[in-house]
């Protein structure tokens, strides 16, 4: 009986004095990384949407990075932080793409952070993000057109 018992409580002392250890093969993220990601984005998108605003230079970028921006925020709220980092990703490149094309200047959130290179390496492609996308929210603008005279609602709100 009493070796039944050291043969239980030992595996059990050994989790709680491991450190923080993932099992699995890939980055773990966090809520607090989820949030960073996507607040960063946030800026990214404001700042694309004011130039295309401004130079009314239509590719669609815009859209879909705010169509993304939204599915993250939806992903995050739902506890899926490593989706929501890949799909507000890939709404940050979709942005700096349409900054580009309306000759403007990234800001500064643009760049990705160390910390965000890791937890976003072997990520999803794009044509899956996409897919996904279109699945949950089919409904979303795809014209920069559409979203171009509407305050963009890509940041996570202050109880989140």
Known sequence: MKNLRLTLLLPLLLLMIMPDVSIAAGPVAKKIHAHR??????????HA???????????????????????????????MYLRAIHHSR???????????????????????TPEEEELMKSGPSEAELTQELLKEMPGEPTKDEDVV?????????AKD
Request: hydrophobic share 40%.
């Open 149 to 157: 005279n509407t305050a963009p609602d890509v940041d996570l709100g």
């Open 37 to 46: 990601v996507i607040r960063r984005t946030a800026v990214v998108i404001i």
């Open 90 to 112: 890939l709404a940050r490149l979709y942005a700096i793409k349409s900054i580009k094309a309306n000759k403007g200047t990234d800001p500064a959130e643009a760049s990705f």
């Open 49 to 79: 949407h004011k130039k295309v605003k401004e130079t009314k230079n239509y590719t669609g970028d815009l859209a879909r990075a705010i169509a993304h921006q939204k599915f993250a925020r939806k992903l995050y709220r739902r506890g």
